[in-house]
């Protein structure tokens, strides 16, 4: 069982950065890769980025490649998006999954997931 909090949303303007953490409760954290996903008012919750148990592998999906960055730290159960050049369209309610294997990037893939925490881009 894994439990996730979210935190560091907010509103920022076009151009500007945030960074959201994520963490995450229980000693197995490294056993479950990371995920984060999105999901805009009036839209289906879209995977974001992903990485690896052990941070050796990354996912992007191709709307925020060169503009957001996930990483983790397994001794601090903690996994973070940094999210540079943000655009209205980034606007969404920002999920934090944990998926129990190695790496994974589909939603069906990730069994435990956070409340979420709201990103607002202005124009």
């Known amino acids: 069982q894994v439990q996730l909090a979210e935190s560091g949303g907010g509103l920022v303007q076009t151009g500007g950065s945030l960074r959201l953490s994520c963490a995450a409760s229980g000693r197995t954290f490294s056993s479950y890769a990371m995920g984060w996903f999105r999901q805009a008012l009036g839209k289906e919750r879209e995977s974001v980025a992903a990485?690896?148990?052990?941070?050796?592998?990354?996912y992007y999906t191709d709307s925020v490649k060169g503009r957001f960055t996930i990483s983790r730290d397994n001794a601090k159960n903690t996994v973070s998006l940094q999210m540079h050049s943000l655009k209205p369209e980034d606007t969404a309610v920002y999920y934090c999954?944990?998926?129990?294997?190695?790496?994974?990037?589909?939603?069906?893939?990730?069994?435990?997931w956070g409340q979420g925490t709201q990103v607002t881009v202005s124009s």
């Open positions: 999954a944990a998926a129990p294997r190695t790496m994974a990037t589909k939603e069906s893939d990730f069994a435990y």
């Open positions: 990485i690896s148990r052990l941070g050796r592998s990354t």
